[in-house]
T-cell receptor
Framework: GAVVSQHPSWVICKSGTSVKIECRSLDFQATTMFWYRQFPKQSLMLMATSNEGSKATYEQGVEKDKFLINHASLTLSTLTVTSAHPEDSSFYIC?????????????FGEGSRLTVL | AQSVTQLGSHVSVSEGALVLLRCNYSSSVPPYLFWYVQYPNQGLQLLLKYTSAATLVKGINGFEAEFKKSETSFHLTKPSAHMSDAAEYFCAVTGSSNTGKLIFGQGTTLQVKP
């Protein structure tokens, strides 16, 4: 199946700094990628839809200035958590569809655990 | 709009026993339905998917699910649980094969006792 890779898997940062998480589709081109956030013992909450070459579409309640999304190429989307605070600590997961499959299935990255001290 | 409800946030079974994880959906368009599994600190792995073909869907690791339109359900089953099946399971729905958002249920933690 299609492969989506995230980097880094773990990141620890100080409060007030910014952190960038990368999401790559390794064997297909993804015009759309999705970013999810997951708190411990909870489900995945969709944060935003990342569109190649255009602005991301954010879900209600997600601060677009806090969570910057850039989708500059067909294989790379980045999520930057700006001025991170402890409440931003979470597990962030990206996903993408392989447009050649036409099944609606999402392929997920391994996830990135962010801890803000 | 779509939504998913997973009944039971925690299910505990004995090794070798039947596994049944419940999922009910709501969708204004014909749905595509999925079951994913998540192990600790990992991403999600697809178990199986329903995409309007056969209503009984077989997936990996011996899991299967049946789409019942009349009951708006897509319950996940496995005849005999293994210890390695202990994980978090998510049911998800989308209304589009290529552009729609995937909406997840709350998740069900499966515990398998020796």
């Amino acid at each position: 199946g299609a492969v989506v890779s995230q980097h880094p898997s773990w990141v620890i940062c100080k409060s007030g700094t910014s952190v960038k998480i990368e999401c790559r589709s390794l064997d297909f081109q993804a015009t759309t990628m999705f970013w999810y956030r997951q708190f411990p013992k909870q489900s995945l909450m969709l944060m935003a839809t990342s569109n190649e070459g255009s602005k991301a579409t954010y879900e209600q309640g997600v601060e677009k200035d806090k969570f910057l999304i850039n989708h500059a190429s067909l294989t790379l989307s980045t999520l930057t958590v700006t001025s991170a605070h402890p409440e931003d600590s979470s597990f962030y997961i990206c996903s993408a569809r392989d447009p050649g499959l036409n099944t609606g299935e999402l392929f997920f990255g391994e996830g990135s655990r962010l801890t803000v001290l | 709009a779509q939504s998913v409800t997973q009944l039971g946030s925690h299910v505990s079974v004995s090794e070798g026993a039947l596994v049944l994880l419940r999922c009910n959906y709501s969708s204004s368009v014909p749905p595509y339905l999925f079951w994913y599994v998540q192990y600790p600190n990992q991403g999600l792995q697809l178990l199986l998917k329903y995409t309007s073909a056969a209503t009984l869907v077989k997936g990996i690791n011996g899991f299967e699910a049946e789409f019942k339109k009349s009951e708006t359900s897509f319950h996940l089953t496995k005849p005999s649980a293994h210890m390695s099946d202990a994980a978090e399971y998510f049911c998800a729905v989308t209304g589009s094969s290529n552009t729609g958002k995937l909406i997840f249920g709350q998740g069900t933690t499966l515990q398998v006792k020796p």
